[in-house]
């Protein structure tokens, strides 16, 4: 079916059609961009250096911040760069590895996300073998777990999008590519390709939302037989990443889990998840986290020092 091809060039509609609209966005989404840069980069060191944050959650909370800024950047300068020029334009094939990357970062995202409630799981529930079950080995695999089916299931989206034939209206109405737009101006009936998507994509999350709602149910349930000070602080840090869970998984659910439209305020919700939430992230987890805001002002005060020294 690829050999029947005749378009080599898509345009990307974009966000909004007006020209000042669009440069307003851009001085809005650039700071965003770069704060999501520096606040999981800062995540991302702080874990790495300090000796304080070497516990099975902070190994975890720093591949996540890795895994924000990949997945932001999957969309993000393309989105910002778009947003300046009177013409987007993306080769086929970049529109295909574009929407690799993004749902292999997204993906390997939930799977984390996952992993995380877990690792909350058995600190709370079983805190005796806490350090048996969670040993380093254990956590290197599960972060390789996350990885390789975020792998699995970009290789399944884009193996089900490369079949499809583009010989007419070359147009996605979105403001980056994925697969429910490129859908739409292919030259056959996508229907089965929609269930596949549906299936590869909805499912992934409605299930690990389940997993993970299930898993803090029983966190609670268990937290009735700790001490005023112990469910104070397992509540503080469980809180940190419910909040990100429903940030991430709200969005995508209502997007993958429903049949797709043109409406902005789908492009909007888009917006959420792939430019915002990966700048909230941080914040979440700094403001609920003492530990990691001790370390952060340690490891600023160790460079102010430093670069004094230098002087």
């Not at 937290?223 to 809180?239: D, F, I, M, V, Y």
């Amino acid at each position: 079916m690829a050999s029947t091809n005749n378009v080599t060039e898509l345009i990307i509609a974009g966000l909004f059609q007006d020209s000042e609209v669009q440069r307003a966005c851009f001085v809005v989404f650039l700071p965003v961009y770069l704060a999501t840069l520096a606040g999981n980069g800062l995540i991302i060191l702080t874990v790495s250096v300090s000796k304080n944050l070497h516990s099975p959650m902070y190994f975890f909370l720093g591949y996540l911040s890795l895994v924000e800024i990949s997945y932001s950047s999957t969309v993000v300068p393309k989105f910002l760069a778009d947003l300046l020029a009177k013409i987007k334009t993306i080769s086929l094939e970049g529109c295909l590895v574009q929407i690799f990357f993004f749902h292999l970062f997204g993906v390997t995202e939930i799977l984390l996300l996952t992993v995380m409630a877990y690792d909350r799981y058995v600190a709370i529930c079983r805190p005796l073998y806490y350090t048996t079950i969670m040993s380093r080995s254990v956590c290197h695999l599960l972060v390789a777990g996350s990885w390789l089916g975020g792998i699995i299931h970009s290789m399944v989206q884009i193996l089900v999008a490369v079949q499809l034939p583009f010989c007419g209206p070359n147009v996605i109405d979105h403001y980056f590519c994925d697969l429910h737009p490129l859908f739409k101006i292919a030259c056959t009936d996508t229907f089965v390709e929609g269930v596949i998507v549906l299936a590869n994509s909805g499912l992934i999350s409605v299930v690990s939302f389940l997993i993970l709602v299930s898993s803090y149910v029983v966190i609670l349930f268990n937290l009735r037989n700790h001490s005023a000070e112990g469910r104070r602080k397992a509540l503080s840090t469980c809180a940190s990443h419910i909040t990100v869970v429903i940030l991430f998984f709200g969005p995508a659910i209502f997007l993958y889990m429903r049949p797709s439209s043109s409406f902005t305020e789908d492009k909007l919700v888009a917006v959420f998840y792939t430019v915002i939430t990966p700048m909230l992230n941080p914040i979440i987890y700094t403001l609920r986290n003492a530990e990691v805001k001790i370390a952060m002002r340690r490891l600023c005060g160790k460079k102010v020092i430093s670069g004094m020294e230098q002087k």
